[in-house]
Nanobody, 124 residues
């Protein structure tokens, strides 16, 4: 069974930065495309960004492009989400997800495994 555990969330002022981590266990990490998603209060879960198995390709939602960056360390079985210039609208629970042998971009469907999420609160 594959497990994903997010960490690094917290309270940050608008304009600040946070780095989220997602550690994966129980599977061959390099077999998975990885995605980041978020769900704000009263909103649907939305795609934030994704990275392919090697880290050579990344994709971002327009709302975070230029401010967020995704990377991965296959040796540590961990994927990261660096968030800069955070806005109050970024307050949400952030989730990572794993897509076996694929990489779904722009959608939260098709991902095989999900973490429990980590809360990010951006104060104005």
């Amino acid at each position: 069974q594959v497990h994903l555990v997010e960490s690094g969330g917290g309270l940050v002022q608008a304009g600040g930065s946070l780095r989220l981590s997602c550690e994966v266990s129980g599977g061959t990490f390099s077999s998975y495309g990885m995605g980041w998603f978020r769900q704000g209060p009263g909103k649907d879960r939305e795609f934030v960004g994704a990275i392919n198995w090697s880290g050579g390709s990344t994709y971002y939602a327009d709302s975070v492009k230029g401010r967020f960056a995704i990377s991965r360390d296959n040796a540590k079985q961990t994927v990261y989400l660096q968030m800069n210039s955070l806005e109050p609208g970024g307050t949400a629970v952030y989730y990572c997800a794993a897509d076996y042998l694929r990489l779904a971009v722009g959608t939260n469907s098709g991902y095989d495994y999900w973490g429990q999420g980590t809360q990010v609160t951006v104060s104005s």
